[in-house]
């Protein structure tokens, strides 16, 4: 999250402890709602405008980058996982307790 803030103009001056703000508060958008969307850019978003007064066309793109660039990864890691995990596993005999 704190490499987004880098992408644009109206957070690129927000700091380590604004991220946690905002991380903290992007847990209850996840919590909220499934995967957190809708609800986790509309939290980003009021916590950027409202607290950081940081522009509304920053304030609405950041938390939708933010949040589809952690789903990629998810996806991208998910999809490696299952992947590597028969491999790595295929030497290993069966444990039966």
């Known amino acids: 999250m704190y490499a987004c803030f880098f992408a644009f103009a109206g957070t690129s001056d927000l700091g380590h402890s604004e991220?946690?703000?905002?991380?903290?508060?992007?847990?209850?958008g996840v919590v909220?709602?499934?995967?957190?969307?809708g609800a986790y850019p509309?939290?980003?978003?009021?916590?950027?405008t409202?607290?950081?007064h940081v522009e509304i066309i920053s304030a609405v793109?950041?938390?939708?980058?933010?949040?589809?660039?952690?789903?990629?990864l998810v996806?991208?890691?998910?999809?490696?996982s299952l992947i590597l995990?028969?491999?790595i596993n295929?030497?290993?005999?069966d444990v039966v307790s």
Do not use: D, H
């Open 32 to 37: 909220f709602s499934p995967g957190g969307l």
């Open 50 to 52: 409202a607290t950081y």
């Open 42 to 48: 509309a939290i980003i978003t009021a916590l950027l």
């Open 19 to 28: 991220c946690l703000v905002l991380l903290l508060f992007g847990t209850f």
């Open 90 to 93: 295929k030497n290993k005999s």
């Open 61 to 72: 793109a950041f938390p939708w980058m933010a949040w589809t660039s952690q789903f990629i």
């Open 75 to 80: 996806v991208v890691l998910g999809i490696i």
């Open 85 to 87: 995990l028969p491999i």
